[in-house]
């Protein structure tokens, strides 16, 4: 227990006497406040990840995704942050960047709201400040939003995987959103090499075609389980 200074309308029961002759002034037990849940939602913003432009591109499905995944979780009581490649972190409202007490939700939700609605690419190319801010400490379930992966950073994805509870990984294929419906891939095209190293290292994926459903992913994730279950992603989703 770490007690905390005396502010104006404490109760004095619950004044630390041990806490206030140490440190010389009035101390006051802190408030024990319960657990909750935490949920890091990742949206990879790199230019170089996503073709093409407009309210159809494989970007603004991203952006239009986590929007919709953080609201969720904290409908669901979850503690959420956002989380983007470049390695800054909303709400931020204390040390690990989370959204703070429950009736902070509100105001957590129009800040991450906020920022998703000005959102635009970054300049760099790879994941690493993102896992530099993930690798810190157990950061709960991650759900996160990747366009296109290369070998490098497929790599680099791979290792988030360590500090999770839980983790789900939506992939837009850049080739499957701008090619044409009536092209054939070729051989080798597609994230699905990718796709298996994440599994192989403890991720639920999924690969996110043109047009997609977030709500049927949600649906096929689910039944992959993969411990996303456990969470309630696939349950009460609308």
Same mark, same amino acid.
């Given at each position: 227990?770490?007690?905390? &200074?005396?502010?104006?309308?404490?109760?004095?029961?619950?004044?630390? #006497?041990?806490?206030?002759?140490?440190?010389?002034?009035?101390?006051?037990?802190?408030?024990? %406040?319960?657990?909750?849940?935490?949920?890091?939602?990742?949206?990879?913003?790199?230019?170089?990840?996503?073709?093409? %432009?407009?309210?159809?591109?494989? /970007?603004? #499905?991203?952006?239009?995704?986590?929007?919709?995944?953080?609201?969720?979780?904290?409908?669901?009581? /979850? !503690?959420? +942050?956002?989380?983007?490649?470049?390695?800054?972190?909303?709400?931020?409202?204390?040390?690990? *960047? /989370?959204? &703070?007490?429950?009736?902070?939700?509100?105001?957590?939700? *129009?800040?991450?709201?906020?920022?998703?609605?000005?959102?635009?690419?970054? =300049?760099?190319?790879?994941?690493?400040?993102?896992? @530099?801010?993930? +690798? !810190? &400490?157990?950061?709960?379930?991650?759900?996160?939003? /990747?366009?296109?992966?290369?070998?490098? %950073?497929?790599?680099?994805?791979?290792?988030?995987? %360590?500090? !999770?509870?839980?983790?789900?990984?939506?992939?837009?294929?850049? @080739?499957?959103?701008? +090619?044409? !419906?009536?092209?054939?891939?070729?051989?080798?095209?597609?994230?699905?090499?990718?796709?298996?190293?994440?599994? =192989?290292?403890? #991720?639920?994926?999924?690969?996110?075609? +043109?047009?997609?459903?977030?709500?049927?992913? #949600?649906?096929?994730?689910?039944?992959?389980?993969?411990?996303?279950?456990?969470?309630?992603?696939?349950?009460?989703?609308?």
């Amino acid at each position: 227990m770490i007690p905390r &200074g005396y502010r104006y309308g404490d109760d004095l029961r619950r004044v630390h #006497w041990r806490s206030t002759a140490r440190y010389g002034e009035l101390m006051v037990r802190r408030e024990e %406040q319960p657990q909750r849940a935490r949920c890091t939602v990742l949206l990879d913003t790199r230019g170089i990840a996503y073709a093409g %432009q407009g309210p159809d591109s494989a /970007f603004e #499905w991203a952006v239009s995704g986590a929007a919709s995944v953080l609201v969720h979780m904290l409908e669901r009581g /979850f !503690s959420v +942050r956002l989380l983007s490649d470049t390695g800054n972190s909303v709400p931020g409202q204390d040390a690990d *960047g /989370f959204a &703070g007490a429950s009736q902070e939700s509100a105001d957590a939700a *129009g800040l991450m709201m906020d920022t998703l609605a000005v959102i635009d690419h970054s =300049d760099g190319s790879g994941l690493s400040r993102a896992y @530099d801010v993930l +690798r !810190s &400490g157990n950061e709960g379930l991650l759900v996160a939003f /990747f366009g296109d992966l290369d070998e490098e %950073q497929a790599a680099v994805v791979a290792r988030m995987r %360590q500090r !999770s509870g839980g983790a789900l990984a939506f992939v837009l294929d850049n @080739d499957g959103w701008v +090619r044409e !419906s009536t092209d054939v891939p070729g051989p080798g095209d597609g994230p699905e090499e990718r796709l298996r190293l994440l599994r =192989d290292a403890g #991720w639920t994926t999924v690969a996110v075609p +043109r047009g997609a459903s977030l709500t049927e992913l #949600w649906q096929r994730a689910d039944r992959e389980r993969n411990g996303i279950t456990a969470a309630g992603l696939g349950e009460g989703w609308a």
